[in-house]
């Protein structure tokens, strides 16, 4: 196998570095290549709320609740957090902080109640407690939404109805009314619903390469 020659009015040592300037653009390249995460991220966040929602509303006994903790933690919390960090890698301010808070949201629930509730023996400070959490972040919610005029319809409705869901809760547990946070629960559902059509229409658009489910860009 022969050597070869660097060619006339080259050094070896400008072709080596002109080859690892090359190498490490295709490593750049590559490494910025990141999947859209924001459909796990609504997929998480879709399920968890749905199955929660399914015992807030009444329709599933709530006795088999704590089944929600373990979706809280892993899906809801680590996958959507997880989704929020690639966000960030994305340039996309709002995906970065809607999932990165959104996971929080889920990890901070499921911390509550499996470490800290039974320590709050007062029902009615709890409620108040818990209404105070779950207002907040309808507050924070409620700002999002505005930003989320700028993202896509299908987001916007999810955030609409999540901003509504966290409120209704949010009162229903502070006053300890049982119709309003079955009120909360419904809505909650609806919530769930929009988010999973927004984590499918992403999916499968990208998947096919072209719109097969609308969300309506609301960019400029």
Known sequence: MEATTPP??????????????????????????????????????????????MYNSGLVDAKSEPVVFGLALAYGGLAQLLAGMWEFKNNNAFGATAFTSYGAFWLSFWAFNVFYADKITDKAALGHGVGLYLIGWGIFTAYMWIASFRVSAAVNVVFLLLAITFIVLGIGESGANENIIKAGGFIGLATAIAAWYASFATVTNKTFGRIVLPVKDLKR
């Open 8 to 53: 006339v009015g080259t050094t070896p040592g400008a072709v080596r570095g002109e080859s690892g300037t090359l190498a490490a653009q295709a490593a750049t390249k590559v490494s910025e290549v990141v999947a859209d995460p924001a459909p796990l991220g609504l997929a998480g966040f879709a399920l968890t709320t749905f199955v929660l929602s």
